[in-house]
């Protein structure tokens, strides 16, 4: 069975530092991983997805995260924050790409002036 | 594009009456549709997966005949909780997806209070 595990229920960084949310995996087969992003009142949109093709990953916005087998991780970061990132993010995992998304408990990120 | 809505966004029952939640994909054909729950401060977790025209396939734990799904269109789907009770308060969202895609383009929720 897939599971993630979002290591950090909260994360707060000040406007133009880095971002890193982070995001542990288990699964018997080879994942499919993906970062969403939830505003409130918004419905998830999808930030970026990994699909056993390059293990680093460019998404919108200036996201990127990186597959790391040998560490079954996948952390988001992001050189630089804005005021918009603050959102809900999370951490998923799919064995059937595009179907049984398993989500991680999410990650709210604040993001100080 | 990709958009999906979802109907009524915020809804408050009495304890066993039935309430309909509409989802809908309002620029593309969706052949697949998704229901999620969440709880508060928990993840989502899938309650069921339905094809346009097809019965709903159920995760294990869900009750079908509580939570009754119909896709009755390519743009349609519905998700009725029967006999509501108090333990069934919580945001539901949906998800579409199209044929041949791959990504599930998601609802903005809907938060179910049963009274």
């Known amino acids: 069975a897939q599971s993630v595990t979002q290591l950090d229920s909260h994360v707060s960084v000040s406007e133009g530092t880095p971002v890193l949310l982070r995001c542990n995996y288990s699964s018997s087969y080879s994942p499919s991983l993906f970062w969403y992003v939830q505003h409130p009142n918004k419905g998830l949109q999808l930030l970026l997805k990994?699909?056993?093709?390059?293990?680093l990953v460019k998404g919108i916005n200036g996201f990127e995260a990186e597959f790391k087998k040998s560490e079954t991780s996948f952390h988001l970061t992001k050189p630089s924050a804005h005021m918009s990132d603050a959102a809900e993010y999370f951490c998923v995992v799919s064995r059937e790409y595009g179907n049984k998304l398993v989500f991680g408990a999410g990650t709210i990120l604040r993001v100080k002036s | 594009g990709a958009v999906v809505s979802q109907h009524p966004s915020w809804v408050i029952c009495k304890s066993g009456t039935s309430v309909k939640i509409e989802c809908r994909s309002l620029?593309?054909?969706?052949?697949?549709m998704f229901w999620y729950r969440q709880f508060p401060k928990q993840s989502l977790m899938l309650m069921a997966t339905s094809n346009e025209g097809s019965k709903a396939t159920y995760e294990q734990g869900v009750e079908k005949d509580k939570f009754l799904i119909n896709h009755a269109s390519l743009t349609l789907s519905t998700l009725t909780v029967t006999s509501a009770h108090p333990e069934d308060s919580s945001f539901y969202i949906c998800s579409a997806r199209d044929f041949p895609g791959y990504e599930q383009y998601f609802g903005p929720g809907t938060r179910l209070t049963v009274t």
């Open positions: 990994y699909t056993s093709a390059a293990t």
């Open positions: 620029d593309f054909q969706a052949t697949t």
